[in-house]
Structures are given as C-alpha cells and as structure tokens.
C-alpha cells in the first residue's frame, strides 16, 4: 500500500502545534528540528517537513497528498488545494492599519499603496470589493514601510494591536482575514488513507473540547441531571450497588465543566468527577 504523503510545518508558530496534533493523533513524529523527512509505516504515512509558505503548492501541484498550514498562506498562494479541516490553533486576524485619522473606511484605500507580505490575499479581497489600489509585497516588519514613505497602508497580523500603536498607526476598516491553521488536500482529490487521518485528527479536536463527567445521584433525580449532561449521543445511567441512587457518565464540553458540576451538587449528585479524553471517535 502506498504511503500518504503529508506536508507539515518546519519551524514557524505552526510547527510545534502540527506535530503536537500528529503526534496526539497516533503518529510518530520527529525529534531532531534537522530531519526533513520520517516514515510512519505502521500508520501508512510519510511525514515532509517544510516551509509553511510552500506547503500549499506542493499540495496544490500532488507532489504531497495532505498538508497543514495557515489558512492565510493557503489563500495567498493561489494554489490549487482546498481546506478541508480548521485545526483550531495558530489563530491570527489580518487588518489594514494607517497614521490615525487617515482612513477611516475601505473606500478610502482607492489609490492607495499598500504594503503587506500576503499580497494574493489582499488584491482579492480588494478586487472582491471594486477597490483598486497598488499592492507591494514586503517581508518582515511591514509596519516601517510607512515611516519610510513606502506605502501608505499596511495590511498585517494583528494581535493585541502593541506593535501598530507602537509605530503610530491604528487599524481601520473590516478584517481582511480570521486565519488558523488549517488540514489541506489537492482541489478535487480525495488520496487513500486521508480519510484514516482526518478521522483522527477530529478525535483529537474533540478530545480536546470535551471532558468524562461520572457522577452518581438519586434515581429521582437522573431526568433532570441528563437533561444536563445529554452526552453525545446519551449518557450512560446504570444502577448502583446502594438502592435509590444511580451512576451516570456522559461526555460534556470543557468549557463550563465546573459550573455545571456546581448545578449537578445542587441536584444532590456525589462522588462528581472530571476526566480528560485523549482521543476518541464519534
């Protein structure tokens, strides 16, 4: 059987969380950053270990079946690769910023030179906008270009906003771009042994989203304790050993596990407990 070639990140904010996934989803990954390549055989994969700018292209050309990178890169290399899975991390958010009181809406980009290191993701979204502008490609801190007369707007990565107030401009206008990091395949193309991996790696993410609660509580109490804790697809109520009570075991989102145990005491459960998943199918 041949082995599924898959793309991941080699250095970057994307690269510990891919192997982490990969590595949470079964597969072996590497320990030395130097290696370029490694073979999973056992799980039928072969792991390449690139620049997350080229991964798309790679993909998009069938070179490799299956990568991860940044929905940002993804949509700036025109690449004939589509988005099949967000993987939840590397969240980023793309903005147009300017000396402040300079622009104020995306109609005022009109002849305006932009500078920005994601120039395909740009000029589409401008062009899906009727806006026409002069879009130039810099690497690295965009943000000087101002200062230095090269552009009069930059289109960037913006977190908290430091680093733009820092060099004295603010952002304006809507967001370009919510990015994260994102599971790709070749437009139209679906390789053997894709499936295996994204089921898995869908297991992971809801591992991760998801806690075990088991708690045990009064027989006349389950009908509102389940209506709580509904589980997947239901919970598991089984009778105790002690007459009256009853065991229960459903799987509930992480976040608000605690207060959701709160309302469950209130109930007269006992004995609550929390259990993180590592991975599971659903």
């Not at 994102?182 to 089921?199: A, N, Q, Y």
């Not at 991760?208 to 509102?224: F, W």
Request: with cysteine; aromatic share 6%.
């Amino acid at each position: 059987m041949s082995l599924l070639r898959v793309a991941v990140p080699n250095k970057g904010s994307l690269s510990v969380s891919a192997s982490e996934i990969l590595k949470e989803s079964g597969y072996r990954q590497r320990e030395d950053s130097k290696q370029l390549t490694l073979t999973d055989a056992e799980n039928g994969v072969e792991f390449f270990y690139l620049r997350p700018r080229d991964i798309a292209l790679y993909v998009g050309e069938g070179t490799l079946d299956v990568g991860i990178t940044g929905r940002d890169l993804l949509r700036d290399s025109g690449a004939k690769a589509d988005e099949a899975l967000d993987l939840g991390f590397g969240r980023s958010r793309f903005r147009f910023a300017a000396r402040p009181g300079r622009y104020t809406e995306l109609s005022d980009l009109a002849g305006a030179r932009i500078a920005t290191s994601y120039t395909g993701v740009v000029r589409a979204f401008l062009e899906e906008r009727g806006i026409e502008a002069s879009v130039t490609r810099l690497d690295g801190a965009v943000e000087t270009s101002i200062q230095l007369g090269v552009a009069d707007v930059i289109a960037d990565v913006v977190e908290t906003g430091s680093t733009l107030r820092q060099a004295g401009l603010e952002v304006f206008g809507e967001t370009i771009l919510e990015s994260s990091a994102v599971l790709i395949t070749r437009t139209g193309d679906v390789p053997e042994g894709f499936e295996s991996l994204k089921r898995r790696i869908e297991g992971v993410l809801v591992a991760r989203s998801y806690v075990m609660m088991d708690y045990d509580i009064p027989s006349d109490q389950v009908a509102d304790a389940v209506r709580l804790t509904p589980g997947i697809e239901s919970p598991t109520v089984a009778p105790l050993h002690r007459e009256g009570w009853s065991a229960v075991r459903a799987m509930v989102p992480r976040a608000g596990a605690q207060r959701l145990m709160d309302q469950l005491w209130q109930l007269g459960a006992r004995g609550i407990l929390l259990t993180d998943i590592h991975a599971c199918r659903l």
